[in-house]
């Protein structure tokens, strides 16, 4: 029974220390407004810098992440001129600079284009290699009736391309592997282009007409949206086979795209060595030459975007720091005026028995309350910006309630270790000589 008397007494006493600290507090607030603001400025500068970092990187998170969803494997793999990143005298890419070679456009360039033939080669060649696409963009002015789209881009394309891209229809079906073999004049186009050629009514089965010829449209893919990874666009797109791109277009050695993804359980590097090794085999290049191509894997292109997005939270954590630092002396500036104004009545507190960590209590909690007030006021700042601001749709920016529970705990922290010192300070004052300072 005494043990519960005990504590409840504590408890009590806990509960009278956090009222008086948030009754000190608010009258320091409105006592000096000030001064107040200019130390809380910190803090709220602070918090809501990082939440901001965080609410922005979250949101970039979510981007790529939709992104690769539209893809059907991580571990899908780009043969082009051009390489994600610097590569080295092998051909290897390495995207954190650790190669120690210089991005070289100059010799890019003047690589030849990714071919049909070496498709067909790596198609027919590739043990490992689950399903492969090829595709040339070429731009085109599409009509249906009166309706008119210019500037489009046509993709002609060949092979799987349900297997390497993942196609949500929203009506209609796509295109088969047979149907992209041949040279039926057959279409799927993007929500966005239909949506501007037809309206609301259903283009499934009707005829549009890509640069005079007419196609028949099969079906309409679902938006899309943009990302960061959106390697293949689809929205304002339309698709038509290859065969059928060679008649409309007279495509010839067009620069094209190359995709392939893995078979089930083939480990990425493995799939890359052997692209690496057929496509040297059917450019004839002898040992010891150069490859004048790049095997791109969205394994690297999804470390670059981590290494970016890592590279923002560092810096936004930088400039917070220096807002905090800031933000800590304010307030413990605050702590210490308090302490000065109010000495006679810690004189009097500890001369009718109060305890040092009673005194400790009441100015920890009141350096607390003004930390958590500043990262209120950074965490509204975030809100109103993230409500009011113009964002794409394509980024689904919102204030998580993780990301708001992370900075009021980083301002508790500043506010706990600002008001530490003059807490002490406080609670090791002589009572007689703290009551009759003037």
Request: proline letters at 3%; aromatic letters at 8%; hydrophobic letters at 45%.
């Amino acid at each position: 029974m005494e043990g519960k008397k005990s504590l409840i007494e504590r408890l009590r006493v806990v509960a009278v220390l956090l009222q008086e600290g948030v009754v000190f507090t608010f009258n320091e607030l409105k006592g000096n407004k000030l001064r107040t603001f200019l130390s809380l400025l910190g803090v709220s500068i602070g918090i809501f810098t990082i939440i901001a970092i965080f609410t922005a990187v979250d949101a970039l998170r979510s981007n790529v992440k939709r992104g690769f969803e539209s893809l059907g494997t991580s571990n899908m793999l780009q043969v082009s001129s051009w390489p994600m990143g610097p590569e080295d005298d092998e051909g290897n890419i390495a995207l954190d600079g650790s190669s120690g070679t210089d991005y070289k456009w100059w010799e890019y360039i003047k690589r030849p284009s990714v071919t049909i033939e070496d498709y067909k080669y790596l198609r027919n060649s590739s043990e490992k290699g689950g399903d492969f696409l090829y595709s040339v963009n070429s731009n085109a002015t599409i009509k249906h009736k009166r309706s008119t789209a210019s500037g489009v881009w046509v993709m002609s394309a060949i092979g799987g391309l349900d297997k390497v891209i993942n196609l949500d229809m929203e009506s209609g079906r796509v295109l088969t592997p047979m149907e992209l073999e041949g040279s039926q004049p057959l279409a799927i186009l993007g929500k966005g282009l239909a949506e501007s050629l037809f309206g609301d009514e259903n283009p499934v089965g009707q005829t549009i007409k890509i640069n005079g010829y007419s196609v028949t449209v099969i079906g309409v893919i679902a938006k899309q949206g943009q990302s960061l990874v959106t390697l293949v666009e689809t929205d304002g797109n339309c698709i038509i086979p290859y065969n059928t791109g060679k008649i409309i277009f007279h495509l010839r050695e067009s620069d094209g795209e190359l995709y392939a993804i893995p078979k089930e359980g083939v480990q990425s590097d493995d799939f890359i060595a052997e692209i690496k090794h057929l496509m040297r085999q059917v450019r004839r290049l002898r040992v010891g030459q150069k490859n004048n191509f790049s095997v791109n894997s969205l394994n690297l292109l999804e470390s670059m975007l981590g290494q970016v997005m890592g590279l923002i939270q560092k810096v936004g954590w930088v400039i917070a720091a220096f807002s905090l630092l800031i933000g800590g002396f304010g307030i413990a500036n605050i702590m210490f005026v308090s302490v000065k104004e109010r000495t006679k009545i810690i004189g009097i507190q500890k001369a009718l028995g109060a305890k040092r960590y009673f005194i400790m209590t009441q100015f920890l909690t009141e350096a607390l309350i003004l930390a958590v007030a500043g990262a209120l006021v950074g965490v509204l700042l975030v809100w109103v910006i993230v409500t009011l601001a113009p964002i794409p749709a394509e980024y689904d920016v919102h204030l998580s309630l993780q990301n708001v529970i992370s900075g009021v705990m980083i301002a508790s922290g500043i506010g706990v270790l600002s008001g530490v010192l003059p807490a002490w300070t406080a609670a090791n004052l002589n009572p007689v000589t703290a009551m009759n300072s003037k």
